[in-house]
């Protein structure tokens, strides 16, 4: 697992290269589900291509990262069946699903879906999305191993009545390193984190990172800035990552010597040309 440890920091490295670049909402934390709705007009900020799907440019870049670790610890065989779907591709799919009778608590309604944001993927092994693959080598290991590189599985199979999805091994959702970590070690739906980070203030993540709520824009302290909700800005989470021990650990894996004020455009097509091959950048928004 060393290899994959040094994946970790380098997709953890990119996380706070964005944090500290720029002040600005990523969104990345947006809870999206029945309760809370992404408009039909909404579309990620920015989208880029894996393999003929769409993802956020750091979704992209962890999951490139988490399959190049996955082959480290030999297991093969994991790819994209969906990424980034517009709220137009959700209602025509939950429309069939219903009309099959197969829509309830299996296909969530037009804007009601983490695909729609850009940050959520299914993940196969033979084309089947199905509670199986939850049994199979690549799903124990991203049961295990996906936290690390920012991922979470979504809709656990004991938090059905929180999430009101079923059971779904296959549906991991970006949320970057520090709360992927936490929510992994504590066991939380992304429902729950949100509600506990709201009634605590102040978390420590895993990895050392600082997670702080704060309900005003004015009082934001340096760092990565999420909103939590589409609908409203009902507070923002700020993360703070440890920058100097990221950047040595990164230097001893490496052999080389990454620099705090390196760009992040430099940085980013350093990552997509070591892990991916295949991350082709999308200009603008995608309708």
């Not at 690390?148 to 991991?172: C, D, M, N, Q």
């Amino acid at each position: 697992m060393k290899q994959a440890f040094c994946i970790w920091g380098l997709s953890l490295f990119l996380f706070v290269a964005v944090g500290f670049v720029a002040v600005r909402d990523t969104q990345i934390l947006w809870l999206v589900n029945g309760q809370h709705r992404l408009s039909a007009e909404y579309t990620p900020p920015e989208l880029v291509s894996v393999r003929g799907f769409l993802l956020r440019p750091e979704a992209a870049v962890a999951f490139a990262a988490m399959e190049v670790a996955m082959k480290r610890d030999g297991v093969y065989g994991l790819r994209l069946q969906s990424a980034y779907r517009p709220y137009a591709k959700q209602q025509a799919l939950y429309k069939r699903k219903h009309a099959a009778s197969q829509a309830q608590n299996l296909v969530a309604p037009p804007g009601a879906s983490e695909h729609q944001l850009g940050l959520a993927v299914d993940v196969t092994i033979d084309g089947a999305l199905n509670a199986a693959f939850g049994e199979t080598a690549a799903g124990e290991w991203l049961q295990q191993h996906a936290a690390a590189f920012g991922f979470v599985l979504r809709y656990p199979k004991e938090k059905t009545a929180v999430t009101g999805i079923s059971y779904e091994p296959w549906h991991l959702r970006y949320v970057g390193v520090p709360h992927a970590l936490y929510m992994h070690a504590h066991r939380l739906t992304l429902e729950e984190y949100i509600a506990h980070i709201m009634e605590e203030t102040r978390l420590l993540a895993p990895d050392g990172t600082q997670i702080a709520y704060v309900n005003a824009l004015e009082s934001l302290p340096a760092g990565e800035i999420s909103s939590l909700f589409p609908e409203s800005e009902a507070g923002f989470v700020v993360t703070r990552p440890q920058v100097v021990s990221i950047t040595n650990h990164l230097g001893a894996c490496f052999g080389r010597n990454l620099q705090i004020d390196q760009t992040t455009g430099s940085f980013f097509a350093y990552i997509v040309q070591r892990f991916s091959n295949s991350v082709d950048r999308v200009s603008g928004k995608v309708a």
